[in-house]
Each structure stands twice: as structure tokens, then as C-alpha cells.
């Protein structure tokens, strides 16, 4: 049984950083691509960052102050949040391509606010 388990969320003034993480946990035979996502009150669901091998990919809003990463060796994904706006405040997904099926987290709550 494959599971995400993200953390990291908490509350921070706008300019602060944050930084989520993402583990991936069970029977990992083959890790695809991997995904960043969030979710405002009343809106829908924005996907926000891939990572796929060497190749990373941002929504505009969050290019030049969002980093993906990944380690491998620990089956984790990493969302580095810098420059904090209040708009970015959200519940936060990770996403995977893991054994050819997409997994989801339990999400992992970002508020930002003075």
C-alpha cells in the first residue's frame, strides 16, 4: 500500500519561508513524476510545481520564489516556499505517479498572515 504523508504547513507573516515535505512510503517499484498542488478556501484545486527526473516545472505565480526537489534515497519530495504572500495561502497536496497509478496525500495546511 502506497501512501503520501506531507508536513511542514504551518502559520507564517507574508515574506517568511516555509518548507513542506513529502513522503512516500509502502511498495515503490517505480516513482513517475511528482507534484505540488493547492487548494483556497472556496476555490478549486491548482496544481502548482512537477519534478520529473531532471526537469522542474512552476505555475507563474510562484516562479522565483517556489523550489521542488527530490531525494531519492529517502523517498521524499520537498517544496522550499520563500517570499510568502497571503495569496498563497492554502491547503497543500503532494501528487505522484508511483506504480503507474496517482497517489495523493492528506494535505498539509500553509497560512500566510500578519
Known amino acids: 500500500q502506497v501512501q503520501l504523508v506531507e508536513s511542514g504547513g504551518g502559520l507564517v507573516q507574508p515574506g517568511g519561508s516555509l518548507r513542506l515535505s513529502c513522503i512516500v512510503s509502502?511498495?515503490?517499484?517505480?516513482?513517475?513524476?511528482m507534484r505540488w498542488y493547492r487548494q483556497a478556501p472556496g476555490k478549486e484545486r491548482e496544481w502548482v510545481a512537477t519534478?520529473?527526473?531532471?526537469?522542474?516545472d512552476y505555475v507563474n505565480s510562484v516562479k522565483g520564489r517556489f523550489t521542488i526537489s527530490r531525494d531519492n534515497a529517502k523517498n521524499t519530495m520537498y517544496l522550499q516556499m520563500d517570499s510568502l504572500k497571503p495569496e498563497d495561502t492554502a491547503v497543500y497536496y503532494c501528487?505522484?505517479?508511483?506504480?503507474?497509478?496517482?497517489?495523493w496525500g492528506q494535505g498539509t495546511q500553509v497560512t500566510v498572515s500578519s
Open positions: 501528487n505522484g505517479d508511483i506504480n503507474s497509478s496517482d497517489y
Open positions: 509502502g511498495s515503490t517499484s517505480r516513482i513517475d513524476a
Open positions: 519534478i520529473f527526473g531532471g526537469s522542474r
